[in-house]
């Protein structure tokens, strides 16, 4: 025995310095990645409108990667036995993670909630001035020309199409404004990853928060896992595969029949259901059967699961019963989207309250330098919210302003990020609930200097919605980087290296398509154009004749956090208390309108197996069966994607 901890102590430095070995060549390769994988995710969602990764967690597209490197291991192998290169070796856990981790930001950075809104915007108010919006006269003189383009050959090409961006003509007049807003989204990062940097020994040490998200790609990484060999994990795996193979081959040639699961197959039906008064108040709902979004909803915790369905379904009642008493006639009714940033602001406010000491105690630390991921957390916060600031106001914004802007902005920030650390969801996107709105919602469009206001709607790229949010994805970083061995500081370098490489990727990618395909030429769907003009259109709305200000957004969003205060003081105090608050926050969004009866689909799967199983029963056959339904979706729907984007043909789209 004493011979047996004596060899343990001697191996001790090794094992660690394996530990700390930094995969570089994993980091290479996913920032080689970063482009295609930013022209695949622009042509799905932008050009094609076809596929959407980005509107649900984990990514599609990356999780498909993972999986094919995954199945290159073999050859890597078989290779590396004849030529004995240490760069041919089968890829690690730890490589695979990071290959994962690296292409989560850069699909975060170029999908539909970021720079996919963001560059559409900067070539949309100089296009569509005209003198009947009265544009040039309410607020194009207050926008900043360095941002924006203005240049009438630029404009053309980029909307005809059939251009080549880097000529001098076409890319010139983009300098500035890449330069200018590629500076503010490497601040947000900053921000962003210096938040995650001060929460991570909370949350990860104190807390112990699970990270459900994570759970798919270390299963997918694991070396020889059992759930490849598991008879549920191929069941689900061969159902989902056959729905989307045939759907796919449905797709290219009409007269072969599909199975119906996405939403808008079922949209006329539900029409049919809601008609007349009072049922015409439920029009919009939707009902879909995603195999994947049901094998992802097995994954989250029952209370979760049915608090959905429940939330969803008291959101559809607000607009029915409004209707019946005359509630309808009040402006904005039912102000759901306030009611879900008062959850998301509760959330957030409740978990700075409980972990008070410790976050106080986080910021001593990291003062005085006794832990240097926490020093570089705070640094990075401090520099980046200076930068933002001074960003806001070189646009307009006035000071206090810009602060209350970016204090609201860090609530979301804390409280998304806490939902994805602790339950997982597959969506959190808060549509028009930003902190522009919440300013408009709390001073109205009179109460806030012109200049203000115009600022304002300049940062709704970045908060029209939060599904493709980077935040989560940095502590998920960290997370990986725990887990791994990895340093955090190494960690933290990896993450900003590949967001700065991800902005630009994202960036050149619009470029090339806008002027290739043509904005008004060859994209297909509406999002373009819709991301271009809304916050314009808006404004010319707010100050060509500004309303007055309605008082029950206000009161939606107190009324919201006062009620996920309720909630979660019944959680604390009640145990069998079926209700969870981060149900309420993320089932008023148009992703659950989506996704409710795939979740309700799996919460009734999850309590029967549980009920009637117990929880090793889940284990061996739910789990498994969960997993093969999301993989076997995800890796046949995206080969359609991928295939009809090589071939130039609109081909099934698996997802919205």
């Given at each position: 025995m004493v011979t047996d901890m004596t060899q343990r102590a001697a191996l001790a430095p090794l094992v660690a310095a394996a530990r700390v070995t930094l995969p570089w060549r994993s980091v290479a390769l996913g920032l080689l990645l970063l482009l295609p994988?930013?022209?695949?995710?622009?042509?799905?969602?932008?050009?094609?409108?076809?596929?959407?990764?980005?509107?649900?967690?984990?990514?599609?597209?990356?999780?498909?990667?993972?999986?094919?490197?995954?199945?290159?291991?073999?050859?890597?192998?078989?290779?590396?036995?004849?030529?004995?290169?240490?760069?041919?070796?089968?890829?690690?856990?730890?490589?695979?993670?990071?290959?994962?981790?690296?292409?989560?930001?850069?699909?975060?950075?170029?999908?539909?909630?970021?720079?996919?809104?963001?560059?559409?915007?900067?070539?949309?108010?100089?296009?569509?001035?005209?003198?009947?919006?009265?544009?040039?006269?309410?607020?194009?003189?207050?926008?900043?020309?360095?941002?924006?383009?203005?240049?009438?050959?630029?404009?053309?090409?980029?909307?005809?199409?059939?251009?080549?961006?880097?000529?001098?003509?076409?890319?010139?007049?983009?300098?500035?404004?890449?330069?200018?807003?590629?500076?503010?989204?490497?601040?947000?990062?900053?921000?962003?990853?210096?938040?995650?940097?001060?929460?991570?020994?909370?949350?990860?040490?104190?807390?112990?928060?699970?990270?459900?998200?994570?759970y798919l790609p270390k299963e997918i990484a694991r070396p020889a896992n059992a759930l490849w060999r598991s008879t549920p994990f191929g069941l689900g795996f061969s159902i989902a595969a056959f729905i989307d193979l045939l759907n796919g081959f449905s797709a290219l040639y009409p007269s072969i029949p599909s199975i119906k699961v996405r939403v808008w197959n079922y949209d006329p039906l539900l029409s049919s259901l809601f008609v007349g008064y009072p049922l015409q108040a439920l029009q919009g709902t939707r009902m879909s059967f995603y195999p994947f979004a049901i094998g992802l909803g097995l994954l989250l915790p029952p209370?979760?699961?049915?608090?959905?369905?429940?939330?969803?379904?008291?959101?559809?009642?607000?607009?029915?019963?409004?209707?019946?008493?005359?509630?309808?006639?009040?402006?904005?009714y039912p102000w759901t989207n306030f009611q879900a940033f008062g959850g998301y602001a509760g959330i957030a406010l409740f978990a700075l309250w409980v972990?008070?000491?410790?976050?106080?105690?986080?910021?001593?630390?990291?003062?005085?330098?006794?832990?240097?991921?926490?020093?570089?957390?705070?640094?990075?916060?401090?520099?980046?919210?200076?930068?933002?600031?001074?960003?806001?106001?070189?646009?307009?914004?006035?000071?206090?302003?810009?602060?209350?802007?970016?204090?609201?902005?860090?609530?979301?920030?804390?409280?998304?990020?806490?939902?994805?650390?602790?339950?997982?969801?597959?969506?959190?996107?808060?549509?028009?609930?930003?902190?522009d709105e919440i300013l408009l919602a709390w001073?109205?469009?009179?109460?806030?200097?012109?200049?203000?206001?115009?600022?304002?709607?300049?940062?709704?790229?970045?908060?029209?919605?939060?599904?493709?949010?980077?935040?989560?994805?940095?502590?998920?970083?960290?997370?990986?980087?725990?887990?791994?061995?990895v340093p955090f500081t190494a960690m933290t370098v990896i993450m900003l290296i590949a967001s700065i490489v991800s902005i630009a990727a994202a960036m050149l990618t619009h470029l090339h398509c806008f002027y290739a395909y043509g904005i008004t030429a060859k994209f297909v769907g509406p999002a373009i154009t819709a991301f271009g003009g809304e916050p314009f259109w808006r404004l010319q709305s707010l100050l060509a004749a500004p309303p007055p200000l309605n008082p029950y957004p206000v009161r939606a969003i107190l009324a919201g956090t006062l009620f996920t205060f309720v909630l979660m003081s019944l959680r604390a105090s009640l145990t069998w208390f079926p209700l969870h608050p981060v149900g309420y926050a993320i089932s008023t969004s148009w992703s659950m309108n989506v996704l409710w009866m795939p979740l309700f689909i799996a919460y009734l799967v999850k309590m029967g197996v549980l009920r009637v199983g117990g929880y090793r029963a889940f284990r061996q056959t739910a789990l498994p069966l969960s997993i093969g339904l999301v993989l076997g979706e995800w890796t046949v729907g995206n080969l359609w994607l991928l295939y009809g984007v090589l071939r130039g043909i609109p081909t099934y789209a698996f997802w919205v």
């Open positions: 994988n930013a022209y695949w995710v622009t042509m799905m969602e932008l050009v094609r409108y076809a596929g959407h990764p980005s509107n649900i967690a984990p990514f599609a597209n990356v999780v498909f990667i993972l999986l094919a490197l995954l199945c290159l291991n073999p050859f890597l192998r078989a290779l590396h036995q004849k030529i004995a290169l240490p760069w041919l070796q089968p890829f690690s856990p730890t490589e695979l993670l990071t290959v994962y981790l690296i292409l989560s930001i850069g699909t975060a950075w170029v999908g539909h909630d970021s720079l996919q809104v963001l560059m559409p915007q900067i070539v949309y108010p100089f296009r569509y001035a005209s003198a009947e919006n009265r544009w040039d006269e309410l607020f194009l003189p207050f926008l900043p020309k360095w941002l924006y383009v203005s240049d009438k050959t630029a404009l053309l090409n980029a909307y005809a199409g059939g251009h080549r961006f880097w000529v001098p003509e076409n890319f010139r007049p983009w300098v500035s404004p890449l330069l200018g807003w590629g500076s503010f989204c490497v601040a947000l990062s900053l921000l962003m990853i210096g938040l995650c940097l001060l929460v991570r020994r909370r949350w990860m040490e104190e807390e112990r928060l699970t990270y459900p998200v994570l209370d979760l699961l049915f608090s959905c369905w429940v939330f969803y379904w008291l959101e559809r009642m607000q607009r029915l019963v409004g209707l019946m008493v005359g509630w309808t006639q009040l402006p904005g972990a008070r000491r410790s976050f106080w105690m986080t910021l001593k630390r990291a003062v005085v330098g006794q832990d240097t991921a926490e020093r570089w957390g705070l640094g990075m916060m401090v520099v980046a919210l200076l930068f933002l600031l001074g960003f806001a106001h070189a646009i307009g914004m006035s000071l206090p302003t810009g602060v209350l802007f970016f204090a609201l902005y860090l609530l979301l920030l804390l409280s998304i990020t806490r939902i994805r650390a602790e339950l997982g969801p597959p969506a959190h996107d808060l549509h028009n609930a930003g902190p001073f109205g469009p009179q109460g806030l200097p012109k200049r203000d206001l115009i600022a304002a709607k300049l940062f709704y790229w970045f908060n029209r919605a939060y599904r493709s949010l980077p935040c989560p994805h940095y502590l998920e970083g960290l997370k990986v980087a725990k887990d791994e061995g």
